[in-house]
């Protein structure tokens, strides 16, 4: 049997989702019979792949640069899974979502810090006005809430999604 | 005055009343209603009080309540002695001195009259109030009051509502003095109960069983309470009542405390209604002084008082429950029901709210008895209802008018249709809990039945009509975003739900909504309105559903294409002309371009927006001047001439050579695409210039020998001279679109081989089959189609003429044929069957016919055509029409009236539309409409067959130029699209830096129109008619742009 | 004078209960479970949250359970494809209205906002969030108020008018602006009516009331004393 092309993605987020990602002890050996992971913060590679069957998105989208990425990763997978309350609700992200960006980044890299006072400009992505769930942007497929989800539940997930399943989160997946 | 208490006194009191309605000395009464000062009544008044004065006028001067007619304001009703009341309008203070004069005079001021009242019918009593002006309509002669039944509204805008006297005087408190005599509530409750009457406020619940559910209440304690707190926007119906004739209220809430058993009755009142509260605080001393209301009422030992409480006007306060929290000091929130207000109301006491309108009825009801009140309405709904009609009709007011009317005799006999011709498409009814009723749906009778059917409800009586300039995603978004400021917050679908409908509905107007937020907004309305608890949520998505119900392309517009038809959604356009533009030129652009005197800049503006610049410069139907701003200051820009100037200027000059190099040089790098085009008209020459530009291989095949289609072979010479045509081809010919003539494509070339030979196809053909009435004696010699004698002379082909021609339509087709008859030496007779207003031709064509000779013969059906012996035409019989009922497309259907005419003529042109021959595209698999035309996806033109698009006639019938090109230019973008996979379109078009400041201050300054050759030179030649403006005249246009495109001074 | 007894249906089962018994009442009284949020046992009921409705037969519109009368012979619809996407709406409505940042929350894992999303299997929210600048007031020297978290339900005004008597709590303004207050609108900390009983804290079903001191998802609620308590002091509404 063709082994399926999984990728995983880390946008705003705190990795908290992928730490329970491999939180998931031998059920990890099961998965990489069936899975080969293409992509994602585990894996070395530097562009995200064509043809992706599954993409695990960890994280809200919060500047330009991860509209950018969810977009190209949605028109190059299959099955987009929303993993995790950044991704699903952009959760803690969101806190910031009543406070001007200006004013926010004034506080943080100006009136806040101990030494080189000054907004970041160069290699930074812009942040977006607000931190947004990823299917404010995309359509998403699956969403998977938790934070983070615990490692029974993308396990439960995954092998669901791999067999071709949707799986049933109905009273298993809570936010938070 | 001493209380009323024997009948000898009130009947003293009501002669003492009617001797101020009908005084033996000339009455005047200015209409003070709220309306009627907002339109400079009181200045009026005080204008007639100075002159009295000054001349010692033996005038008895007094304020009345409002007549209705709100568009005519301010009324003013006049009476000598023993005449017919008149009613003059739109009487000015400055009018005050000459209507008196004319009194003195005995007259009536002619040019203010508007109509006269014999006698009137109060119901609880009948005045005559005399003869007289026959020359006048008499009231129900005008077309706003025809069809009215004043019921409710059966005092207003006669008595002085601060005058108890003159109530009295025309029946009022005879209801109540009969009931109370009588002495038996419980037959009150029977004739109530068999009148059918329904509650006014909206629900239409039945009042007879709500009062006797109240009556048969025990407690130690009942209360009435009149909801007289109208908060719909738009609605006023109440406000006029009170301030018209407050008595009638009291008196219909006085019975219904006898009978109910009530010995309260509190009236909560908006106070944003100052001059009803004064009204009613007036009337209710009054009444209290006369003897209606306190202890020992008109001496029958009954007891009953009235409190007025202001409400601060909470829209939610007009539920029930929440007018009950109101009145009981807490804040205005609804509670579940059961239990009902009769149950446990007031203070747990059991208590009646009825509406206020709901209380007028109840008198006229007892007086004439319940079988005369359903004579009026339908079975289920009985009686009338007041409406306020408003929005965009001419007409405009309060109409009272039975129910079960239909509601196309609002809008186009009452209301008399749109405003400057332009076509209605939905009227609102019932304020923001009502819904969007279509224009196709006009036949609905007034009902409460019938509106619920349709998703919407009856209401307060609130209707807004609303014309093709109303966007019905905006009006959607107008009624959520005022329901959710007031919503009480208590409940969740309600409070929260309402709130996430409004930034849905905003995201659509600024075309940011996903378009699965559709579908989103939808399920969310239903959930609003199957969840919330009370009234106000439960009815406040209806707006949102019966819209997307009957519009729902309009919302598709917004969400997929991004566009609002009407023009209303800003974020959406560029400008008002712009969005107008079937080809969406920047039109504001190339007018600074010119205007800055860049000329070549100009002409590549408007020649990558349009291809056909110099023929549509001459013949577009110009939408854009309806909808151009600078009406509001005096009129329309005249972009059409000079976009013809600057097309015209290069085309015909030594720099075409030049422009032409420009233009080929910013074709994209060949992408070895191939697309077929079939037809060469204005459709297919977009799309070829457009997709050749792009980079693609374009193949145009026709059935003629030329390109042009309609404008080369249909439109004749002395409106688009084919040499300027021929530019233009030329130029689409230099990007690199090759043309195959004399090919039919589905005869000479069958689909299934365009499908092999090349990547993708577009339809484009014309409306080339004459439509042909059957009529007889269409076979004989001399009978011909427009289409075929227009492409006759076009051809220059023999196009034998007779010296007399008549020609069957109204179209610019018709006046083609006309003025090229004409120009044959021709006398032309136009026999159409509506009126001019209806005519479908361009208005100038029809006026320059007109002027060259043409007769127009209106109101006539062509009957038959009759022969000679050598079977050639020799007359037309024409039956005389008249104006009928209103068709769906909002014109008056035509019907025969039998009277039969004849023409002598030699020649009959038949110009009663086109249609086309498609059976091959039938044949070979594409779906199509029942209309006959191809179905296409609307947004991406695509047909049922892959690869295979269709634009133009083809898909919409027989259209005009610039919407045909609109959808050349449409299908040239979404082929490329779906070809490349990417979006280039936009890479397409060059972009200029051009200044960027609005006109200051713009002063008053002449529209420049295109200068006609004066008919004596022109009537007999083929020469153009219609000449362009001059350069000067052309900057001076330019100037005038407002430049609505520039969105924000501080923009960024 | 002993009450009539009635025999309804909920959800085609033949229920026992007694005239006066609201049709939520009846149901749990035989072990039915309806969803509810705004209603607590021992308060009066207020149908403000509506997961309560119910489909009654021969009724077009839905019905709250709550605060709906039993009628002999009844027949109640608790549970349909329409009235699960119905409560799953509004549970994801009270989710954007404010900011309900489970993961950081006081009540995390003991939230019946959070536990009426899981068990209507609300896996994420289709509607866009507001997020609305909300202050939270810490001046009550044991008690905090994060507007935030909370979902205007008014068990706290309820049970602080109710069984309390001490009307600390009201909600102002409107619609979407609806905001619960301490007295007057001042804070909590100068509300001199509050008695600093804390039955608002243990009413209130979501993070919004809770006790200092406590950090992410320590802030258990015991609610369950609130009826016990209204029936000791015979105020039961």
């Known amino acids: ?176 | 005055m001493p209380a009323i208490q024997d009948i000898s006194t009130f009947h003293a009191v009501r002669e003492t009343g009617l001797n101020k309605l009908v005084p033996p000395v000339p009455r005047v009464a200015i209409g003070m209603g709220t309306c009627g000062r907002g339109n400079g009544a009181e200045g009026l008044y005080h204008a007639f009080a100075e002159a009295i004065d000054r001349t010692g006028a033996d005038v008895q001067l007094t304020g009345v309540g409002c007549f209705g007619a709100c568009s005519e304001e301010p009324l003013v009703n006049i009476r000598l002695p023993g005449r017919a009341l008149v009613v003059l309008r739109r009487a000015q203070a400055n009018d005050a001195e000459r209507i008196l004069h004319d009194i003195s005079m005995g007259q009536i001021t002619p040019d203010l009259a508007y109509c006269r009242v014999d006698e009137w019918d109060h119901i609880t009593a009948h005045v005559k109030y005399g003869p007289g002006y026959p020359e006048l309509p008499s009231w129900n002669e005008v077309p706003f009051f025809k069809g009215q039944k004043k019921i409710v509204l059966r005092n207003c805008g006669f008595i002085n509502p601060d005058d108890i006297e003159e109530s009295i005087a025309v029946g009022g408190y005879e209801a109540l003095y009969k009931v109370l005599i009588d002495g038996r509530p419980e037959i009150v409750i029977e004739q109530i109960k068999a009148s059918k009457l329904r509650g006014r406020g909206g629900a239409g619940y039945l009042t007879g069983n709500k009062w006797e559910f109240l009556a048969k209440a025990k407690a130690d304690q009942k209360y009435i309470i009149c909801n007289a707190d109208e908060g719909d926007p738009g609605a006023y119906m109440n406000r006029n009542e009170i301030e018209s004739d407050p008595h009638s209220l009291l008196e219909g809430m006085i019975i219904g405390g006898y009978v109910m058993g009530a010995t309260e009755g509190i009236i909560y009142v908006r106070a944003e209604y100052p001059l009803a509260v004064h009204r009613l605080k007036r009337a209710i001393e009054q009444a209290t002084e006369y003897g209606m209301l306190g202890e020992n009422i008109l001496g029958r030992g009954f007891r009953f008082n009235i409190e007025l409480v202001e409400g601060a006007g909470a829209f939610v306060c007009g539920e029930e429950t929440a007018l009950i929290a109101s009145l009981e000091g807490q804040a205005g929130r609804p509670r579940p029901r059961p239990p009902f207000p009769a149950q446990k109301g007031l203070w747990g006491k059991p208590t009646n709210i009825n509406n206020v309108e709901t209380w007028y009825n109840i008198a006229p009801i007892v007086t004439k008895g319940p079988a005369w009140f359903t004579e009026t309405g339908s079975a289920k709904s009985s009686g009338t209802k007041v409406f306020s009609l408003v929005g965009k009709v001419q007409n405009t007011g309060l109409v009272e008018m039975p129910l079960g009317t239909p509601l196309k005799n609002f809008i186009y006999d009452i209301g008399e249709g749109g405003v400057n011709g332009r076509t209605i498409k939905a009227v609102q009814t019932g304020g923001p809990s009502g819904g969007c009723i279509p224009q196709d749906m006009f036949d609905t009778p007034v009902d409460y039945e019938s509106l619920g059917q349709l998703g919407s409800i009856m209401g307060s009586g609130g209707m807004v009509v609303m014309d093709e300039d109303n966007c019905m995603v905006d009006v959607a978004r107008y009624f959520i975003e005022f329901t959710r400021s007031e919503s009480c917050g208590k409940c969740v679908p309600c409070r929260v739900g309402l709130n996430q409908a409004l930034r849905i509905l905003n995201g659509f107007t600024e075309g940011t909504g996903p378009v699965d937020r559709l579908d989103v907004l939808d399920e969310l309305s239903r959930m609003i309105r199957d969840c919330s608890l009370c009234g106000l949520g439960q009815t406040a998505p209806n707006p949102v559903l019966t819209t997307m119900r009957h519009f729902r392309h309009e919302f598709e517009d917004h969400v997929v294409a991004q566009r609002c038809r009407a023009g209303v959604c800003e974020e959406l356009a560029l400008s008002p002309c712009e969005n107008s533009c079937p080809l969406h030129m920047n039109i504001p652009r190339f007018l600074q371009l010119y205007k800055e005197g860049r000329m070549e800049d100009a002409f590549e503006a408007v020649i990558m927006d349009n291809p056909l610049p110099s023929s549509t410069g001459r013949v577009c139907q110009h939408p854009c001047d309806n909808r151009c701003r600078r009406q509001t200051v005096d009129e329309a820009v005249n972009m059409r001439e000079v976009h013809r100037l600057i097309a015209d200027s290069i085309l015909t000059s030594d720099r075409y050579e030049e422009m032409v190099g420009r233009i080929v040089a910013r074709r994209f790098p060949p992408t070895g695409y191939k697309i077929a085009i079939a037809g060469a008209g204005p459709t297919g020459l977009t799309a070829a210039f457009y997709l050749a530009m792009l980079g693609h291989e374009v193949t145009v095949f026709d059935a003629k020998s030329e390109a042009g289609g309609m404008l080369r072979f249909a439109l004749p010479d002395y409106r688009l001279p084919k040499s300027v045509l021929r530019r233009e081809v030329e130029l689409i010919e230099r990007v690199g679109v090759q043309f195959v003539f004399n090919t039919r494509v589905g005869f000479d070339v069958p689909l299934n081989e365009l499908d092999e030979r090349f990547d993708a196809v577009f339809i484009s053909i014309g409306t080339w089959k004459d439509s042909w009435v059957y009529l007889p004696g269409t076979e004989l010699k001399g009978v011909h189609t427009a289409l075929h004698v227009l492409e006759s002379v076009a051809k220059k082909e023999e196009m034998p003429l007779g010296r007399r021609v008549a020609i069957i339509g109204g179209g610019n087709a018709a006046i083609d044929s006309a003025r090229t008859a004409l120009r044959r030496g021709s006398e032309v007779l136009i026999l159409y069957r509506r009126e001019r207003n209806d005519m479908p031709a361009i208005e100038e064509e029809t006026e320059a016919a007109q002027q060259e000779g043409a007769k127009i013969e209106f109101l006539v059906a062509p009957h038959r055509i009759i022969g000679d012996a050598q079977g050639n035409v020799k007359a037309i019989e024409v039956v005389k029409t008249r104006l009928g009922e209103y068709d769906s497309s909002g014109r008056r259907k035509p019907v025969p009236t039998g009277e039969i005419r004849r023409f002598e003529c030699d020649n009959v042109i038949l110009a009663v539309g086109e249609s086309f021959d498609l059976d091959f595209a039938r044949a070979s698999g594409l779906q199509m409409k029942e209309s006959g035309t191809i179905e296409v996806d609307r947004f991406t033109l695509e047909t049922s067959r892959s690869t295979f698009y269709a634009g133009g006639d083809v898909i919409t019938g027989a259209s005009n130029v610039s919407n045909a090109m609109g959808y050349g230019k449409k299908a040239a973008r979404n082929i490329d699209e779906r070809l490349m996979g990417v979006h280039r379109w936009t890479q397409l078009f060059p972009e200029f830096d051009y200044d960027q400041t609005p006109p200051e201050q713009p002063v008053e300054s002449r529209r420049h129109t295109g200068h006609h050759v004066p008919v004596g030179a022109r009537a007999r030649s083929f020469d153009e008619v219609v000449l362009g403006l001059t350069a000067e005249e052309a900057h001076e246009e330019a100037c005038r742009c407002l430049r609505c495109d520039i969105k924000s001074v501080n923009a960024g | 004078m002993p009450q009539r007894v009635l025999s309804i249906r909920i959800d085609g089962e033949l229920v026992s209960t007694t005239e006066g018994k609201t049709i939520l009442e009846a149901a749990r009284a035989s072990g039915k479970y309806i969803p509810t949020l705004c209603y607590l046992e021992g308060l009066s009921a207020v149908g403000a949250c509506r997961l309560c409705i119910v489909q009654v037969a021969g009724i077009d519109r839905l019905l709250p359970a709550c605060t709906t009368p039993v009628q002999n012979g009844m027949s109640v619809t608790t549970k349909s494809p329409k009235l699960a996407e119905y409560r799953r709406i509004a549970v994801e409505l009270l989710l954007v209205e404010r900011n309900h940042v489970c993961a950081v929350c006081v009540s995390n894992g003991h939230c019946e906002l959070q536990a009426m999303a899981c068990s209507l299997g609300v896996t994420h929210v289709r509607y866009p969030y507001d997020y609305p600048k909300l202050p939270v007031d810490m001046s009550h020297e044991r008690f905090v108020l994060d507007q935030n978290r909370c979902i205007l339900c008014t068990r706290c005004v309820r049970v602080c008018a109710e069984v309390e008597g001490a009307h600390v709590w009201e909600i102002i303004s409107r619609g979407i602006q609806a905001r619960l207050v301490s007295e007057l609108n001042q804070a909590w900390g100068d509300a001199a009516s509050c008695t600093n009983c804390g039955k608002c804290v243990q009413a209130c079903p979501t993070g919004a009331l809770s006790e200092k001191g406590h950090a992410v998802e320590e802030m258990v609620k015991r609610n369950d004393n609130i009826s016990a308590l209204a029936v000791w002091r015979g105020v039961e509404a």
Not at chain 1, 82 to 95: F, H, Q, W
Not at chain 1, 110 to 135: F, S
Not at chain 1, 138 to 161: A, E, M, T, W
């Open chain 1, 1 to 176: 049997m063709k082994k399926v092309r999984l990728a995983t993605v880390w946008l705003d987020g705190c990795s908290g989702c992928h730490m329970s990602l491999l939180d998931m002890d031998a059920g990890v050996i099961a998965l990489a019979g069936q899975a080969d992971i293409v992509y994602g913060p585990l894996v070395d590679a530097q562009e995200f792949p064509e043809e992706v069957d599954v993409t695990l998105v960890e994280g809200a989208v919060s500047s330009q640069d991860d509209v950018n990425r969810i977009q190209k990763i949605r028109a190059r997978t299959r099955i987009l899974v929303a993993l995790g309350d950044c991704a699903v609700t952009s959760n803690v992200p969101s806190m910031r979502n009543s406070i001007p960006v200006n004013r926010l980044l004034q506080r943080v890299y100006v009136e806040g810090a101990q030494e080189n006072k000054g907004l970041p400009v160069d290699g930074v992505p812009q942040l977006l006005k607000q931190a947004c769930p990823v299917h404010d942007f995309v359509k998403v497929d699956l969403h998977v809430p938790g934070c983070p989800p615990s490692s029974q539940v993308i396990l439960g997930v995954v092998s669901d999604v791999l067999a071709g399943r949707k799986p049933d989160l109905g009273s298993k997946a809570r936010f938070g």
